[in-house]
Nanobody, 115 residues
């Protein structure tokens, strides 16, 4: 049973932009807070942005001012707009609830920033 589907990743040069989307089942989306996580090769998965059902947001220091998280409650959709991308943003990106639940992980979407 697929509950979360991420899309929108790709390869861009430093300074470029990408827009990631996460379509979640209503069961997941009904939980208050959603988040985008990322995992770079050889590193632990980290939480980069969260958004409550009411629209309050929190960002990791590493992405603050460059990434914007938003959600459409009617469509069960969470979006991560990523601007001014850096090589250190290269990672697989996932969405999940906050705190995450193991059985909600999707396949993720790969973001590669190369020069």
């Amino acid at each position: 049973q697929v509950q979360v589907v991420e899309s929108g990743g790709g390869s861009v040069q430093p300074g470029g932009s990408l827009r990631l989307s996460c379509a979640a089942s209503r069961t997941i989306f009904s939980i208050n807070t959603m988040g985008w996580y990322r995992q770079a090769a050889g590193k632990q998965r980290e939480l980069v942005a969260t958004i409550t059902r009411g629209g309050s947001t929190i960002y990791a220091d590493s992405v603050k001012g460059r990434f914007t998280i938003s959600r459409d409650n009617a469509k069960n959709l969470v979006v991560l707009q990523m601007n001014s991308l850096k090589s250190e943003d290269t990672a697989a990106y996932y969405c999940n609830v906050v705190p995450y639940k193991l059985n909600y992980w999707g396949q993720g979407t790969q973001v590669t920033v190369f020069s």
